[in-house]
């Protein structure tokens, strides 16, 4: 019976904190710093790291950077960051989201 009532309270933990994760946390103060035409793919690498994931956008490179938390209880956050580079390497355009307004 003991077992059985672990296993319960530890489900109900599990349920009220329902929460999860995808992607890994990126310094968001240095997008202003991306300059179209200009920033390599060096410069964003030093800026924010590995990619959480890379792939090819209407024949163009594309690295995305993702960090989202999600939780059933506490508020969900979210901030995602595509840049898509041309064939040589240089930033042809990004896009940021975030679910926080801009300050």
């Known amino acids: 019976m003991n077992y059985i009532g672990l ?45 959480f994931k890379t792939g090819i956008q209407n024949g163009q490179p594309i690295w995305v950077y993702e960090d989202n938390h999600y939780s059933i209880i506490l508020e969900e956050t979210s901030k995602d960051l595509m840049i898509i580079f041309s064939p040589d390497g240089i930033v042809r355009s990004y896009q940021f989201m975030s679910s926080k307004p801009a300050s």
């Open 7 to 51: 296993v319960i309270v530890v489900g109900i933990i599990l349920i009220s904190n329902g929460c999860g994760t995808v992607g890994k946390s990126f310094n968001t103060s240095k997008v202003e710093s991306i300059v179209n035409g200009t920033t390599t793919r060096s410069d964003i690498k030093k800026m924010f790291g590995e990619p």
